[in-house]
């Protein structure tokens, strides 16, 4: 039976098809029984040395362990090859956000059998969520450059930079509010620089085919007012 515990942990492991598939409920609820089996693991080893050697059960857990850690290894790595692309599509975000979420149920959870996985899962979160907020750091920084150099009411680098990021809050919820906050200061900058051209930067992007961009006209404070003029004038 502890052969069967032992197998099933190390099939299974941290990245499979169902955890993957499924939603955080159901994350931390696979957690808590690994948890529980790597416990039954470590803790019978005592009670049984009579029939089985302590050494036996012992590797068992032991490369239950290992391979638990070289999982959750790889779900950084993959996490952090993604956030080193130039621009993010919809299909990184959603990779991001569904191997972040095994990390924070894993978190959530206290599946941490060792000091080792213990660093490991802190140290991989931390950097993850700097990447990700550098990556929009770097997108408001474009934002602002592109609204200093606005001729003819040309909006097009500008509004690039504010999609992307609203399709980062919006894939990627554990980080939802910081970004969205960026990206209201930086309209907010905006309209402190450019007051009258808010009405040309909220025609552009009502009209474009992008569904980000079209769900931020309706979102944020700066266009709200205007939002409300133009239904105004249909009714």
């Not at 089985?52 to 239950?64: D, G, K, M, N």
């Not at 956030?83 to 990779?95: G, Q, R, S, T």
């Not at 960026?182 to 909220?202: C, D, G, M, P, R």
């Not at 009502?206 to 309706?218: D, G, L, R, T």
């Amino acid at each position: 039976k502890l052969s069967a515990v032992h197998d099933e942990i190390v099939r299974v492991g941290l990245i499979n098809e169902s955890i993957q598939r499924n939603a955080k409920d159901e994350h931390c609820r696979f957690f808590r029984n690994l948890k529980e089996k790597l416990f039954a693991l470590k803790n019978c080893a005592p009670a049984l040395k009579t029939h089985i050697p302590e050494e036996q059960t012992s590797a068992l857990h032991a490369q239950c362990v290992e391979k638990l850690e070289s999982d959750l290894n790889t779900v950084v790595t993959s996490i952090q090859e993604q956030l080193k692309k130039v621009k993010m599509d919809e299909n990184a975000c959603d990779y991001i956000n569904d191997h972040y979420r095994i990390l924070m149920a894993m978190k959530e959870a206290d599946l941490c059998p060792n000091d080792s996985t213990a660093k490991s899962l802190k140290n991989g979160t931390k950097k993850i969520s700097s990447l990700v907020l550098k990556q929009v750091d770097t997108l408001q920084k474009n934002v602002q450059k592109c609204s200093k150099n606005i001729q003819n009411d040309e909006f097009d680098g500008m509004v690039e930079n504010l999609v992307e990021m609203e399709m980062m809050s919006n894939i990627l919820l554990d980080f939802q509010e910081p970004i969205k906050e960026k990206i209201e200061n930086s309209l907010k900058k905006f309209k402190k620089q450019h007051a009258k051209k808010v009405t040309a930067l909220y025609s552009v992007m009502s009209h474009q085919s992008n569904a980000w961009a079209n769900n931020m006209v309706q979102a944020y404070s700066i266009f709200k007012a205007i939002a409300v003029s133009e239904f105004n004038k249909f009714t």
